[in-house]
């Protein structure tokens, strides 16, 4: 409740109130002019007061018009210093100045001082209460559940102070000829108090508004985002449609990204009917959940002509090389008899499930190629991108299995012929650990050294076993990969340390 919408008990004081509020804007410039109680009836030219019908005193109609004339013929008959006398008002009576007129005057300046206290505390109210409606539009938080409060509880002491004023007001006319100074006196007195209470009050809500600022200034923020918020997210909706409407224009039916933007269309319900029923930061989470679905949608339908034109490139290339590691699967069966004929079992064992295991996997791949060109041709885009990612694993595995069996054929000739290469090559990495390992120092340190020493005694006995009668050339070359390997974690752990040390 406003200032201004306070109903006291006082019979009239609504519309004094309402014509107090005018008053001190200006928007009621005929109310000073407002008689009194007493006052409401018509003075005659002379500035006497007519006669009320209502009193005894006053004489019948008939005895009227003799007055009248009486008083007519005393004038004209009267000498001309006693007429001057009467037209300049030559009595004792003063009709204006004066103590009594002094105290009018304060207290009408104290009844306008109590109006603009009056207004300012209305305008302050009123102002007040938009923001109180921004935060509860808002924030459900208890913080603005209490400024709610506390501002009802102003409100009331508002009224009390909005009543005392109007009661003041209503109680004494100042306009009045026949204003005592004692009733002015009093008048003042109590449009003052009332002023002081206003001013009081005015003090108190200008308190509490200066304390909503962070409450408002949230509240604010957040309705400032709610209409482009929304905006944006209508306007994905639409970009999404359009790029819907273009892609099936080209032949694609994208019916699983319709489905998606169909299911937006009670957001964009919801989002419509406003904050005022769905509240406001739920309808801000709405809009940026539709405006970042409805994005994707746009985004995906845009992709996919040439997501549909990557699937069919894919299918080629990946049923060409289907068609290729066909013909090379054949080639294993050679290499393992070139293998099982010159050397130990240990060194071709693990290849012996390859080429059974090359035309299993080729096998499943074309099964799953077709599966693919079918959902493709069925527009299942998940579907087919699926099928071809299981075509592209299953032939790297059978492409890395075949290559496997012609590289340990190479390599265990190489080894065969000339062991000593693989030998140095070994030693070369051992002693460059080693002297990295004892660089600046009088002796390496042991989680350094002790790895190394190791490396060089395993190095030793792979040697010795190549002097068997069936050496085997794969454990050889297994167990030098793996002293290099050693070798390699040594000096990255010794850079690191060092690199540190030197920050």
Same mark, same amino acid.
């Given at each position: 409740?406003?200032?201004?919408?306070?109903? !006291?008990?006082?019979?009239?004081?609504?519309? /004094?109130?309402?014509?107090?509020?005018?008053?001190?804007?200006?928007?009621?410039?005929g109310a000073r002019s407002v008689p009194g109680p007493r006052e409401r009836h018509t003075a005659d030219p002379s500035g006497r007061r007519a006669p009320d019908p209502h009193d005894r005193r006053t004489p019948a109609p008939r005895a009227r018009r003799a007055t009248a004339l009486s008083d007519l013929c005393? @004038? /004209?008959?009267?000498? %001309?210093? @006693?007429?001057a006398l009467a037209v300049t008002g030559g009595g004792t009576r003063r009709w204006f100045g004066g103590r009594g007129e002094g105290q009018r005057a304060e207290a009408q300046a104290a009844k306008d001082a109590a109006a603009e206290a009056f207004y300012e505390l209305d305008t302050a109210q009123r102002d007040l209460k938009i923001s109180i409606e921004?935060? *509860?539009?808002?924030?459900?938080? !208890?913080?603005?559940?209490?400024? /709610?409060? +506390?501002?009802?509880? @102003?409100?009331?002491?508002?009224?009390?102070?909005?009543?005392?004023?109007?009661?003041?007001? +209503?109680?004494?006319?100042?306009?009045?000829?026949?204003? =005592?100074s004692s009733v002015a006196s009093r008048a003042r007195a109590e449009l003052t108090s009332a002023k002081e209470q206003l001013i009081r009050v005015k003090g108190e809500l200008d308190r509490f508004g200066a304390g909503l600022g962070p409450l408002l200034g949230s509240a604010e923020t957040q309705l400032a985002r709610l209409a482009p918020? /929304?905006?944006?997210?209508?306007?994905?909706?639409?970009?999404?449609?359009?790029? %819907?409407?273009?892609?099936?224009a080209s032949g694609l039916r994208a019916d699983d990204l319709a489905a998606r933007l169909?299911?937006?269309? !009670?957001?964009l319900t919801k989002l419509n009917q406003g904050a005022g029923r769905h509240g406001v930061p739920e309808t801000l989470q709405r809009a940026d959940r539709v405006l970042r679905d409805a =994005?994707?949608?746009?985004?995906?339908? =845009?992709? %996919?002509p040439e997501r549909a034109a990557e699937i069919d490139r894919r299918l080629v290339t990946l049923r060409t090389r289907a068609q290729a590691l066909t013909t090379r699967s054949a080639s294993v069966e050679p290499v393992l008899s070139e293998l099982r004929r010159r050397f130990s079992a240990a060194c071709w064992q693990d290849l012996q499930p390859v080429p059974e295991q090359a035309a299993v996997n080729v096998r499943r791949a074309e099964e799953k190629l077709k599966e693919a060109s079918q959902a493709r041709d069925e527009q299942r885009w998940a579907d087919a991108t699926s099928r071809l990612s299981t075509v592209r694993? @299953? %032939?790297n595995a059978t492409d890395e299995a075949v290559s496997a069996a012609g590289d340990r054929l190479r390599r265990l000739d190489d080894v065969a012929k000339d062991p000593q290469q693989e030998i140095q090559r070994t030693r070369f990495a051992i002693r460059d650990a080693q002297r990295l390992a004892m660089a600046g120092r009088q002796t390496p340190e042991p989680r350094h050294a002790r790895p190394l020493d190791d490396a060089v005694a395993r190095l030793d006995q792979a040697i010795t076993a190549l002097e068997n009668?069936?050496? +085997?050339?794969?454990?050889?070359? *297994?167990?030098? =990969?793996?002293l290099r390997g050693i070798a390699a974690d040594v000096v990255a752990d010794i850079r690191e340390e060092r690199g540190a040390g030197s920050h």
């Open positions: 409740m406003t200032a201004t919408d306070a109903q !006291p008990q006082a019979g009239n004081a609504g519309a /004094v109130r309402e014509r107090s509020r005018r008053r001190a804007v200006g928007a009621d410039p005393v @004038l /004209v008959l009267a000498p %001309l210093p @006693l007429l921004t935060i *509860t539009a808002v924030d459900s938080s !208890p913080a603005a559940r209490k400024a /709610v409060d +506390d501002f009802a509880a @102003l409100g009331r002491r508002i009224d009390e102070a909005s009543h005392a004023y109007i009661t003041a007001v +209503d109680a004494h006319d100042l306009d009045r000829d026949d204003l =005592e918020a /929304v905006e944006r997210a209508r306007q994905a909706l639409l970009g999404a449609s359009n790029a %819907l409407d273009s892609v099936r169909a299911a937006l269309a !009670p957001e =994005e994707a949608v746009r985004a995906e339908a =845009e992709k %996919l694993a @299953l %032939l009668r069936h050496p +085997d050339y794969w454990h050889f070359l *297994t167990v030098t =990969e793996g």
